[in-house]
């Protein structure tokens, strides 16, 4: 039996792919309103493919709990968040789960740690909780690092063809995770080290974070002299071996604009190219507004209240909201005491904003500037909607004469 602790983003859908692929489930998680509607069937996230997979693990039997479950195999799948000053990990939700499973697991139980943690976390951390509960690492407690890949809006179909990373100290614990992970896994699984896997996961965000923020000052760069920064970057990967990314309004979600903070705090000094990247994405949503204010200039307008945001996740067609670039935006509006922009995004139902909007065609009849931030498909496929407005357009989704980019 296996207990998936954290029923969040990576530990829910984890937990039902063990369970509809045969393997005994609980779930757990502290919040018992969350226990509740998954007990009832209902996901508590979009996600392609997430309702038919819960559908199919309560037909095999998985259960959720607000408690922790006696069992051989822990998988603890909670935040991982850094601290704001440090900029180092903030391991306290990692440290108060292994410190509950100590509380109830017998010897010779394993506990894998799939939330991202950055490169010695698990020695300098979660070891000594183990420890001080009177357990030999090794003998009566294996732990392993196995961080997850998945990616928002592909979770089901990458839980199945991304490879893994296992982390341990025993290779023989790592062959038996990599047994139980194949269950549904049917990638390659490399069995590492414990840093190593560390590390590896940490490393995998930020070379993204800094190609992405690569396109980003390349945004700004032709901006400024007034070159297609698009077309730049479609003609340079023509190139064999130039593969730039897309340009945006920032970096959000709860992966990429964290997990490079972690090595920032804790190799200060040394990692100058991840903390330049880290900057630069963070400043694109501030170069948003300069970019809204310019236009408003140049148009003569001079009405917040008649400036729309469209979107409020971190992107596209999903649900989440966190460290979005349209939430840093308006975070930064607020800081400036500007206020009346209004919003909507469609996977937002509930209320955040002042002047949030539900209804794409109520939203679009109560502004004249609408800044598309983030490229859900419901704007792509009623793009013909936006024909009357003046478009700022930060995703390169709108191909309406005079439309502007970043
Ligand atoms: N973005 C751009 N330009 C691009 C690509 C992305 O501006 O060309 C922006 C997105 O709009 C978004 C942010 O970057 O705001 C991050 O989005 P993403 O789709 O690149 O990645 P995440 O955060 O949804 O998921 C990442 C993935 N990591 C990598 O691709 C290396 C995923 O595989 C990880 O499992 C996940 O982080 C995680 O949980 O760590």
Redesign the pocket.
């Known amino acids: 039996m296996v207990n998936v602790i954290g029923l969040g983003y ?1 530990g829910l859908p984890t937990a039902l792919m063990f369970a509809s692929h045969g393997v005994d489930v609980v779930g757990t998680d502290y919040n018992k309103e969350l226990v509740n509607t998954l007990c009832q069937g209902k996901t508590t996230f979009e996600e392609e493919g997430l309702d038919e997979l819960l559908a199919e693990a309560l037909e095999k039997g998985i259960q959720f709990s607000s408690e922790y479950i006696v069992t051989d195999v822990y998988i603890i799948a909670v935040p991982s968040p850094f601290n704001k000053f440090s900029k180092k990990i903030d391991p306290c939700y990692v440290i108060a789960a292994v410190k509950n499973v100590m509380n109830v697991c017998p010897k010779g139980a394993t506990i894998v740690i799939e939330s ?1 943690v950055s490169p010695g976390t698990i020695d300098k951390f979660v070891r000594p909780v183990i420890e001080e509960n009177g357990f030999t690492i090794g003998e009566d407690i294996n732990i392993v690092h196995a961080p ?6 592909n979770m089901v179909y ?1 839980l199945k063809y991304n490879s893994r990373t296992i982390g341990v100290d025993d290779s023989a614990i790592g062959e038996k995770i990599k047994e139980l992970y194949s269950s549904f896994c049917t990638s390659d699984m490399v069995v590492t080290d414990i840093r190593t896997a560390e590390m590896t ?1 940490v490393i ?2 930020t ?2 974070d800094i190609n ?1 923020a690569f ?2 000052e390349l945004t700004k760069i032709c901006h400024f002299d007034n070159m297609d920064v698009y077309e730049i970057i479609r003609i340079a990967n023509m190139h064999p071996r130039v593969n730039i ?4 309004p ?8 964290v ?1 490079p903070w972690f090595l920032v705090g804790d190799y200060p000094g040394l990692a100058n190219i991840i903390l330049a990247a880290r900057k630069i994405n963070d400043s694109m949503p501030e170069f948003v507004l300069e970019r809204v204010h310019e236009i408003m200039k140049e148009k003569g307008m001079f009405d917040l209240t008649r400036v729309g945001l469209y979107g409020l996740t ?3 067609n999903v649900d989440d909201v966190r460290e ?2 349209s939430l840093q935006l308006l975070a930064s509006m607020e800081r400036h005491l500007a206020k009346g922009l209004k919003v909507y995004d469609p996977f937002v139902k509930e209320k955040m904003f002042e002047n949030q909007y539900y209804d794409f065609d109520v939203f679009l009849s109560d502004v004249d500037i609408v800044v598309i931030m983030v490229s859900h498909d419901e704007i792509k496929d009623q793009m013909d909607k936006l024909k009357s407005k003046v478009i700022l357009d930060t995703k390169n989704i709108c191909n309406i004469e005079g439309t502007y980019k970043l």
């Open positions: 990576i991202t997850e890949r998945i990616i928002p809006g990458e996961k995998e965000n070379f993204r992405i396109a980003n990314l897309q340009p945006g920032g970096v959000g979600g709860h992966c990429i604009s997990d971190y992107k596209e979005s670039p």
